[in-house]
């Protein structure tokens, strides 16, 4: 076999286990790995739209956006037309969403150090 095909193989799965322990480390949070990314992403990021966090996470623009209707159907985040042009939709971090996300870059910050 291919030795590129066989790294890339590897890499893949290695990526999907990483996934998976994330979502298995989160779920007592009530969280994804994907919805933790676009907490901590919208936490840097206030005010930026579902168009934003597809560009940060590599995502289809559906696929971004269902993210955010469900973390604000959660009570996460908030979404609000924007003042400059009603189509796009602003969103931030709810009261909760913070405070949730505060804690992920808490325990993000432990695994780094």
């Given at each position: 076999m291919d030795i590129s095909y066989i790294l890339t193989r590897k890499i893949q799965q290695l990526s999907h286990r990483i996934v998976l322990r994330r979502n298995e480390d989160l779920k007592s949070m009530g969280l994804t790995a994907e919805q933790a990314d676009t907490l901590l992403f919208f936490h840097a990021h206030s005010g930026s739209s579902a168009s934003d966090l597809r560009c940060s996470l590599g995502v289809t623009?559906?696929?971004?956006?269902?993210?955010?209707?469900?973390?604000?159907?959660?009570?996460?985040?908030?979404?609000?037309?924007?003042?400059?042009?009603?189509?796009?939709?602003?969103?931030?971090?709810?009261?909760?969403?913070?405070?949730?996300?505060?804690?992920?870059?808490?325990?993000?910050?432990?695994?780094?150090?």
């Open positions: 623009h559906q696929a971004a956006r269902a993210l955010v209707q469900r973390m604000a159907d959660k009570g996460l985040l908030c979404v609000t037309p924007s003042p400059r042009d009603a189509r796009c939709k602003l969103v931030a971090l709810t009261a909760e969403g913070d405070v949730v996300s505060m804690t992920l870059s808490e325990l993000k910050a432990l695994i780094s150090a």
